[in-house]
């Protein structure tokens, strides 16, 4: 019989997982845990999700924990809500957060404000999860990136996950999370392997939501980004650094509550900053960044304004040459961070 | 006019067996005013000065005809010609009696709730007490938003009393329920203080949610809200349904909508899954036959809200009949709870009062409406007279309550408005729970504030 997947090792050490399959773990490890959590979306149970991020999970687990709901985001969206106020931890997946759009008014006005509103007394543990941003060849209608969207609003906590430790932990922390907490994945990483700690191999490792995590170190210019656009800018950085210049790139991991603290330390070393992202420009999480910056210590640090790199301000084409030069290459980092140190 | 009168004492002649033509119709009228529902003060005067055990009914079933003279609610009250049964004591107040109740309407159902229910003594004053307690909530409300007290969403349940107390009378606390915006009255049937409840509405620190949530925002163990985005609260009830289904605790839960939305999107969505899964989710439209200022037959292709859930079986109930309304709850929670899946009720029922306290309710039904309606239907009148016309209790104890009744609104809305508004320093609390405290934005970057759990 097919388990999910899960390298048992004898030996200690770090082990490549997939994104995907770290998701998969930790939804297990909790569904394992704590007998209140369930996931419920379209095709997460018999289809072992429209991903496949989900694989397994309804073999081993059977109906009542593993829901297939009928295409229904604001119906499915509300019950899971309802779920939650009545004491359950339920995941709530929809297929790309482009579906969300149908349901957001249970997500925030059911249950992002309800805390709230009820002036304490009424939680609501959910999580919401799925595919966030671009994928490859979807267009327009199913490409959008909701991370400022939904940051904007009070009473949520909005993740983004890069590598596989990102997403295994902090999918558990979000679960475990009394708040409703959106979960912002990318398609594109699913597949990605990652290298993961021995640490993170334990059925209780999480990884704090709220806290940003210095992927790379350097002097010269601060990077910051969430999800899949890390990646670039650490590439971007390797080809920077044989030119002689150290970028410091940070992961946002989370984007609400956002740790501006690690980004203002950062730049008081640096004293330059490039926000990377997916999504657009306007009123985006790398204006949000340059906006904070300003207000706090580190603005007097700063060298150069802050220089946001972002996707192009339309829908997203289909045409493969057009859609690449929607979303920032990372030809297009290293001409920033260039401009932005003036060299 | 005299024709009038003599078709009117022709028909109630024959309603009560009497002679045509044997008496005058003054006379007749006063002999029979014991049999009808009579709600003007002078009527109630005249009642009182001759209390005497009723007679036993005639045994004459009435003729079709005169029926249909009748007025329908006539029809509720333990009237002559319908089949009572009553133990009678002289001495004290009648213990219980059993009354007959109006037939549901069906859909998919082979059978509905009883045409009978029975009432002690004991429920029919509590069920009293309840109705009057959020009828003089809703009135007293309705003062302190016209006073400035209370601002903003004020939608007041006047009208719709025996909803709210017949539901919770045929559940149990540890039920479910969750309603839309015009909740006060749930939330009283639910359990919260009626300080609690007028401190909320007057944006008091002593408020339930202390002052955070207002008019549409009230909790409490096992009743959500309080939800004021038309419709999104029927999702949510069947979720709460299916954390019941998922415990296994045979509980349900008794999630209420209007009928405006009835006519909302996310109203079928939810009928689907309910069904699918048979969630125990009774779910009940308030038909108070306006959705705002609209009536429901310009909302609605079709107005028989209890069969909108097409699949799912339902019943519409005279939601002005606080027995009725029982019955038909305890009816469809027995469903829910048999592993039926769930049921639409749809209760016929009525507001005095507008959309809310910025509508005067008036530009889209006369005034003869509402006052027909508070004449011959409501809710606690139905119920006092029931009473009185069995010996169940006397004038004097219905007086007593009201004075009660008013005296602890009184105190309650003094409470209300002399409370303290909440301090400051809790503005940005619960905006998470089980959190470590978090800094908050203010309005300028220089204003700091803290969150706590």
């Known amino acids: ?9 004898r030996t200690s050490g770090p082990v490549e997982v997939t994104v995907r399959d770290a998701l998969n773990q930790a939804m297990d490890e909790e569904l394992e845990r704590d ?3 369930f996931l419920m979306g379209e095709e997460v149970a018999q289809y072992d999700g429209a991903y496949k991020v989900s694989r397994g999970l309804w073999k081993k687990y059977g109906d009542k924990r593993i829901i297939d709901t009928p295409i229904s985001e604001m119906g499915f969206a509300g019950i899971a809500v309802g779920a939650a106020m009545a004491g359950l931890r339920p995941i709530c997946e929809f297929m790309t957060f482009n579906f969300s759009m149908q349901a957001i008014d249970q997500v925030i006005n059911s249950a992002a404000k309800t805390y709230y509103m009820s002036a304490g007394l009424q939680p609501v543990p959910i999580v919401f999860r799925g595919p966030n941003g671009a994928s490859a060849g979807v267009a327009a209608q199913h490409s959008q990136c909701f991370a400022a969207w939904y940051a904007h609003c009070p009473g949520l906590k909005v993740v983004s996950p890069w590598n596989s430790e990102d997403a295994k932990g902090l999918l558990k922390s979000a679960i475990r999370d009394d708040n409703p907490v959106v979960f912002l994945e990318n398609e594109l990483m699913y597949g990605v392997p990652f290298e993961m700690s021995e640490d993170s191999q334990s059925k209780d490792f999480t990884i704090p939501i709220g806290k940003a995590k210095i992927e790379r170190q350097g002097n010269h210019v601060t990077l910051v980004s969430h999800s899949r656009f890390v990646g670039h800018c650490l590439d971007a950085a390797a080809v920077l650094a044989k030119e002689g210049i150290e970028c410091e790139v ?6 609400r509550p956002m ?4 980004i203002e330390t950062s730049v008081m070393k640096t004293n330059h900053l490039v926000t990377v992202e997916g999504g657009w420009p306007q009123f985006g999480v790398g204006a949000e960044i340059c906006a904070r910056v300003m207000e706090g210590s580190a603005f007097n640090f700063l060298d150069a304004p802050v220089t946001r790199v972002t996707g192009v301000d339309i829908p997203m084409p ?12 990372v030809k297009d980092i290293i001409f920033s961070v260039k401009k932005t140190l003036n060299v | 006019m005299k024709t009038m009168l003599t078709v009117i004492s022709n028909a109630l002649c024959r309603i009560t067996g009497k002679n045509v033509g044997a008496q005058t119709v003054p006379e007749l009228l006063i002999d029979l005013s014991e049999y009808v529902n009579l709600t003007s003060p002078a009527a109630h005067a005249s009642a009182q000065a001759q209390r005497q055990p009723p007679k036993p009914p005639p045994v004459s079933t009435r003729s079709s005809a005169a029926s249909q003279l009748a007025r329908a609610q006539l029809d509720q009250l333990d009237g002559p010609g319908a089949r009572v049964a009553v133990t009678r004591n002289f001495a004290d107040f009648t213990p219980q009696v059993t009354f007959d109740i109006k037939k549901c309407d069906l859909h998919r159902l082979e059978a ?20 009057q307690m959020v009828r003089r909530v809703e ?4 003062q302190l938003y016209k006073q400035k007290i209370i601002r903003g969403f004020c939608h007041l349940y006047d009208g719709q009393e025996a909803c709210a107390a017949g539901i919770e009378a045929a559940i149990s606390p540890s039920d479910h329920l969750i309603t839309a915006y015009r909740a006060h009255g749930y939330t009283y049937t639910r359990g919260v203080s009626i300080r609690q409840i007028l401190a909320e509405l007057t944006g008091r620190k002593g408020g339930v949610a202390k002052g955070k949530g207002g008019s549409m925002h009230m909790y409490a163990p096992h009743f959500y809200g309080g939800n004021g985005i038309v419709g999104a609260q029927v999702p949510l009830g069947a979720g709460i349904a299916l954390a019941c289904q998922y415990r296994g605790n045979n509980q349900v839960c008794v999630t209420l909508y209007g009928d405006g939305a009835a006519n909302q999107g996310q109203l079928f969505e939810t009928f689907n899954m309910a069904a699918l899964w048979k969630l125990p989710c009774v779910f009940i439209c308030e038909n108070n036959k306006y959705g705002m200022g ?3 037959e310009r909302a609605a292709a079709s107005t028989d809200y209890y069969k909108r859930g097409d699949f799912i079986p339902g019943l519409r109930v005279d939601g002005m009949d606080v027995l009725s309304v029982r019955e038909a709850t305890r009816f469809a929670a027995d469903h829910c709870r048999a592993g039926k899946g769930p049921i639409v009720m749809e209760l016929q029922t009525y507001r005095y009062h507008g959309h809310s306290m910025s509508d005067p309710g008036v530009s889209y039904r006369t005034r003869e409406e509402i006052q027909e309606v508070r004449s011959k239907s409501d809710p606690i009148s139905l119920l006092r007279e029931r009473m009185l016309s069995n010996n169940m209790a006397s004038a004097e104890e219905f007086k007593e309550m009201d004075v009660e009744i008013r005296k602890e609104v009184d105190d309650a809305a003094q409470f209300a408005t002399s409370d303290p508004e909440p301090p400051l320093e809790d503005l940005c609390n619960h905006v998470f729970s089980n959190n470590p405290p978090l800094d908050v934005r203010g309005t300028h970057p220089w204003s700091k504030l803290k969150s706590v759990s």
Do not use: C, F
């Open chain 1, 1 to 9: 019989s097919w388990t999910p997947s899960r390298k048992h090792q």
């Open chain 1, 35 to 37: 007998e209140r959590v």
């Open chain 1, 250 to 255: 940070i992961n946002l991991r989370t984007i």
């Open chain 1, 259 to 262: 740790d501006v603290e690690s």
């Open chain 1, 318 to 329: 289909y045409a493969k040459i057009l859609e690449d030069h929607s979303l920032p290459q």
């Open chain 2, 112 to 131: 509905g709730p009883p045409v009978k229910a029975e009432l002690t003594r004991e429920q029919g004053l509590q069920y009293y007490r309840t109705m």
């Open chain 2, 139 to 142: 009135l007293k409300a309705d």
């Open chain 2, 294 to 296: 609209t009536a429901v």
